[in-house]
């Protein structure tokens, strides 16, 4: 193999990205967008038990993300953040300004907070900014202890199965998978997946992959018929986990170079931005409830996948305009801040 294509992305491992991008969309148009998912449920119908089913088998999103974050691993670099914070200026003012446009209500400061960016609450991209932040700590522990870290990272996660999805206890700040603590978790546990990936290659295959996949999906929607409530959906669910690394796994083993697929993996968290944020979030809700409410089933159904498609198109095509704005922008601002901060920054 040549050594351009080493250095290239694995674009299996950039499918699933996109994969995963779209496991978003489908679980927010499938559950978040019509109200959430009922508490209980309670007519066992085919609609019903498809939406669960489709719940469960997209719960996994945000978790397969952060596998793939653990799994390569990060390190504090100011490309990481100035590309990031390009990413919400270039959806957040434009939104902001349509919104304006419609309500008549602007306001220079809240432009400005707009303009700034990260002080807006996106729990994800806010927790994933603190998960760089604090990867110098992270590495050098992994660095300084290797596999032996295995102990540390299990204890880890049986405190979260105990605490957050059995307990319900808030105090450790888990948040059913959607703060900080759940990330760091999963850092590490991606990490220490990596650290043994040749006996777990040994084990899971991936028709394993996609076996354990699958039958956690039925799992979980078993649960949710058992079981009240939607904790069953959180990212801190054990059986979530293990169905996002076993799908991980899939992926990860076959080994391809396509650049047009890496083109696209680039631009996915552009799409996860663009769709949930005001003004575009309230006509994507109201038209998946409006679908939902006055077609049959299996035409909403067909609705939502064709909606979902085209979302995905458009986040895509915007974010490359974007490249093509602000790269040469976002690079000098780059090289100011590694220059200024070259002494203080931990590798």
């Excluded at 799994?71 to 504090?76: E, H, K, Q, S, T």
């Excluded at 605490?163 to 978790?185: A, P, Q």
């Excluded at 028709?207 to 996949?213: E, F, P, T, V």
């Excluded at 039925?218 to 799908?247: C, D, H, K, R």
Aim: glycine share 4%; with cysteine.
């Amino acid at each position: 193999m040549s050594k351009t294509l080493v250095n290239q992305r694995n674009s299996s491992v950039e499918l699933f990205r996109i994969i995963a991008t779209f496991l978003v969309l489908i679980v927010h148009f499938n559950g978040w967008f019509l109200g959430g998912m009922p508490e209980k449920l309670i007519d066992f119908n085919f609609p019903s038990i498809s939406q669960a089913f489709i719940e469960s088998l997209s719960a996994v999103c945000v978790n397969c993300f952060l596998v793939i974050t653990g799994w390569y691993g990060v390190n504090f670099k100011w490309k990481h953040i100035v590309t990031i914070w390009s990413i919400l200026v270039w959806v957040y003012v434009p939104c902001y300004l349509m919104e304006t446009i419609y309500n008549g209500n602007f306001s220079v400061s809240t432009l400005i907070i707009n303009i700034i960016a990260f002080g807006q609450e996106s729990y994800y991209v806010q927790c994933y900014l603190m998960l760089i932040f604090l990867s110098p700590i992270l590495n050098s522990f992994i660095k300084l202890y290797g596999k032996r870290i295995l102990p540390f990272s299990i204890t880890f996660w049986l405190i979260e199965i105990g605490f957050d999805w059995i307990l319900k206890n808030k105090c450790l700040s888990f948040g059913h998978g959607y703060e900080l603590t759940h990330f760091l978790l999963m850092y590490m546990l991606g990490q220490t997946a990596f650290l043994y990936k040749r006996k777990i290659q040994k084990w899971i295959t991936c028709n394993r992959g996609l076996i354990i996949y699958i039958v956690g999906a039925i799992i979980v929607t078993i649960m949710y018929i058992i079981i009240p409530g939607e904790l069953v959906f959180a990212y801190s669910n054990p059986i979530n986990v293990v169905m996002a690394f076993a799908l991980f796994f899939v992926f990860e083993r076959k080994v391809f170079f396509n650049n047009f697929i890496n083109i696209i993996g680039k631009s996915t968290l552009t799409v996860y931005i663009l769709h949930i944020t005001p003004p575009i979030i309230s006509v994507l809700m109201k038209w998946d409830s409006c679908a939902f409410q006055n077609y049959l089933y299996i035409i909403w159904f067909l609705i939502m996948l064709l909606t979902i498609v085209v979302v995905f198109i458009c986040g895509i095509l915007y974010d490359k305009i974007r490249l093509l704005c602000l790269t040469r922008i976002t690079r000098q601002i780059t090289k100011w801040l590694d220059k200024k901060t070259e002494k203080y920054i931990l590798q």
